[in-house]
């Protein structure tokens, strides 16, 4: 009896080591609001300024598609598109050597413009600040790697998908590598001119923005947060820099949904639906099924080099696109299309139309997010933590 007890208080004493271990993540995901409904946002980047034609046709196309879709409430889907606002003017940049640029308010950009309007006027569309530029003008202009320079003094519009990726980062000066900081007085101009471009281009202020390869720093987000960004969506974790190989690095996290950084609120987006990768409509799906089994959102990422390049795959891609929303409504019929900012407002304010408050329901989306902390379960699975908290979930689910 006496060896029992013993192995008992060892066993809560094991217990108890991971729990505190893992204190830290297991709080957060506590924190994290729990959704009513499963959600599903598309969240698409790299439109605005760059190649004309490609892009107004595959932004035409989006709308149509999309505009064939609604949920329950009678809303379609939306689609954000983070924005970049500027690609270099080539032949300006041959004449004199400075830096020049081709704002997305010129007319050479109206067909573009016009397609994101029509589907911001149909509830398709909904509007993020990429950035000003897809990279840091300044460093771009001090490489003197030739495909940059090339790219650079190119007639343009360009396709910024095309440069090395790690000059694609905007908050680093990447011509040298590891990158260096940039002077944070120069970050409050940038942001200063790139929230007032967005304003005058949109009529509002960006309220979500997406860092451009999710490489930036504290200093931006307090420059957003001043700008009137209220959120920024992120992978689950900041990187600050590019290594000495190119690749993000400098990393601090894990974020979670709804947890504030520097004066603005994080929003999680892990999840991918890049057709031109080989994701199909099952796999954005089960996606979904993950997240809301977590009583998370799903948001997907993809970009519009999916839908630019040739015709055939274009309409490939469109059609998988078509797909996934006819899939996940048909699976899903109480799911909910939203914005990413109207999410975020939701999760934030604890709106009870997104945010389902019932303790039962949080604690069994507690229990399944802590099966996604892979660490943490392995811990839990060689302590047999894991076989308790499988046995509650199986009792509060009957
Ligand atoms: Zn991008």
Redesign the pocket.
Known sequence: MIGFGLLLLLWLGLVGSVLLYFRRDLRAIWREPVMRYPVMVVES??WGAGPVAPQAAALNRLVDILSRYRDQNGRHPVMTL?L?LAVPDGPAIRQDGQYHRLLLDGPLFAPVRQAIERGRAAGVFALQL?GLE?YWPAGLMASTDSTVRAWLADEGPGT?ERLPSHM?SRWVDASVLPSEALDPAEVELAIEEEVNLYQKLFGAPPRVA?P??FVWTEDVERAWARAGVEFVVTPGLRSACRNAEGLPDCDSGPFYNNQPGCGVTYLVRDDYFEPERGHRAEHGQSELVKKWAQRRPCLLET?RSNFIADEASTACNLAEVDRLYARVLDRHPDLRFASTEELGRGMKGGDPAWVDQRFTVHLLAWLERARALSIFWKAARVTGLALFMNLITATLKI
């Open positions: 980047d790299d983070a970049v990429h897809h910024t694609q997406v451009p390869t970009h």
